[in-house]
């Protein structure tokens, strides 16, 4: 069992908005504003969408954005589209000085 | 542009070793950490290691620890993943990845597969 919490699957439809959810403690994502998330394609290297939390990566759609309150950090993703069906997993930096990932979670658009 | 290249992978026998090298281009490798992630077939993402720019310091996972070794080699723009002691377990695909500043793992290799069976 990965460390950081997230849902294993999401489900939208084109144009609507969604919301993943990365929970961990407050010796990683509470404790520390390292927090990035990635999106992977089915046999893809993975892509870095969002980095300090809330920073989006030059050439990432402003259609994705990060917060964090406490011990969860989100990834929100506006008006789906296609494209976005991938993985998506979140990770941390640790009081250990190590890093952690999510489990992941596997979006579809319907 | 960035470029990571993986190679030494392959099928080793259980308590074997094998020795991952990166193969950096398009920066200046001295100036970044350098991480190990790995992905089981099917699976998720997990954290290996790291390494800071001098090779000075270095950090693991806890399963890992003890039989792993990250290096690097800055005159040669290659980071390295010495894995001893290998399990069925450690069976995945390994990313080479920069880290652009703390924990912005900006830059991914294509991944190596390393199988672990008998």
């Known amino acids: 069992q990965s460390a950081l919490i997230q849902p294993a699957s999401l489900s939208g439809s084109p144009g609507q908005s969604i919301t993943i959810s990365c929970t961990g403690t407050s010796s990683d994502v509470g404790g520390y504003n390292y927090v990035s998330w990635y999106q992977q394609h089915p046999g893809r290297a993975p892509k870095l969408i969002i980095y300090g939390v809330t920073n989006r990566p030059s050439g990432v759609s402003n259609r994705f954005s990060g917060s964090k309150s406490g011990n969860t950090a989100s990834l929100s993703i506006s008006g789906l589209q296609a494209e976005d069906e991938a993985d998506y997993y979140c990770?941390?930096?640790?009081?250990?000085?190590?890093?952690?990932f999510g489990g992941g979670t596997k979006l579809t658009v319907l | 542009e960035v470029q990571l290249v993986e190679s030494g992978g392959g099928l080793v026998q259980p308590g074997g070793s094998l020795r991952l090298s990166c193969a950096a281009s398009?920066?200046?490798?001295?100036?970044?950490?350098m991480h190990w992630v790995r992905q089981a077939p099917g699976k998720g993402l997990v954290w290996v290691s790291r390494?800071?720019?001098?090779?000075?310091?270095?950090y693991y996972a806890d399963s890992v620890k003890g039989r792993f070794t990250i290096s690097r080699d800055n005159a040669k723009n290659t980071a390295y993943l010495q894995m001893n002691s290998l399990r069925a377990d450690d069976s995945a695909v390994y990313y080479c990845v920069r880290d652009n500043h703390l924990w912005e793992l900006d830059d991914w290799g294509q991944g190596i597969l390393v199988s672990v069976s008998s």
């Open positions: 398009g920066f200046t490798f001295s100036g970044y950490w």
């Open positions: 990770n941390s930096y640790t009081s250990s000085r190590t890093g952690e």
């Open positions: 390494i800071n720019e001098l090779g000075s310091d270095t």
